[in-house]
């Protein structure tokens, strides 16, 4: 298989040099993941435009990652675990929390509702079980939640695309394994 590095911000087009160093101001480091969508301007800018977006969505912060954290398991994801997992950890998340999110499951409803979801609709391409879209209604979710949910879903899945396809350097501390194989 082709060998992907991560390209330097001197290595990308000025559009995307312009993006990194909007990026490097705004959390202090441009992201392999992100340096690497980079090999496109039109991909970076518009993943990070979508991205953006979801944080006007019906989730907060911590369960934004919380669903991350599930979809990035689910695809194998190893960049977007270890990512997810340090963001989960600095919204207030233990170590132990992030591997049960991982797993698709919380012992809060509210998030195991998000999580098993979230898992489903990764793991099933898009056609989860009735009874877990109804228990994620049963949390108190309508309909405008279960569409900013997919859109998390596809916001996760396309940088852990990425990663599985090109294979780049972690540059965040690699997240534990979790005991549960999962489901192809």
Do not use: W
């Not at 993943?47 to 912060?61: D, E, P, R, V």
């Not at 994801?77 to 997810?84: K, N």
């Not at 591997?99 to 979230?118: D, H």
């Not at 852990?160 to 972690?170: G, P, Q, S």
Request: glycine share 6%; charged share 20%; hydrophobic share 45%.
């Amino acid at each position: 298989m082709r060998k992907f590095e991560v390209p330097t911000r001197e290595q990308v087009a000025p559009a995307a040099q312009a993006i990194f160093d909007g990026v490097k101001q705004k959390i202090g480091m441009v992201p392999n993941i992100y340096a690497t969508i980079g090999y496109s301007a039109n991909a970076l800018d518009s993943y990070l435009t979508f991205q953006g977006a979801q944080a006007k969505g019906s989730f907060n912060a911590k369960e934004r990652e919380a669903a991350a954290l599930a979809v990035a398991q689910a695809n194998g994801c190893s960049y977007c675990q270890a990512a997810h997992t340090a963001i989960g950890k600095m919204n207030g998340f233990s170590e132990e929390e992030t591997l049960n999110l991982r797993a698709g499951k919380s012992e809060n409803a509210r998030l195991n509702a998000i999580v098993a979801l979230a898992k489903e609709i990764t793991l099933k391409h898009g056609r989860p079980s009735s009874e877990t879209v109804e228990n994620f209604f049963a949390q108190g979710f309508n309909n405008a939640a279960l569409m900013d949910l997919v859109l998390l879903v596809a916001d996760n899945t396309v940088t852990n695309y990425v990663n599985n396809i090109t294979e780049i350097a972690i540059d965040f501390p690699a997240a534990k394994p979790i005991e549960e194989a999962v489901e192809a």
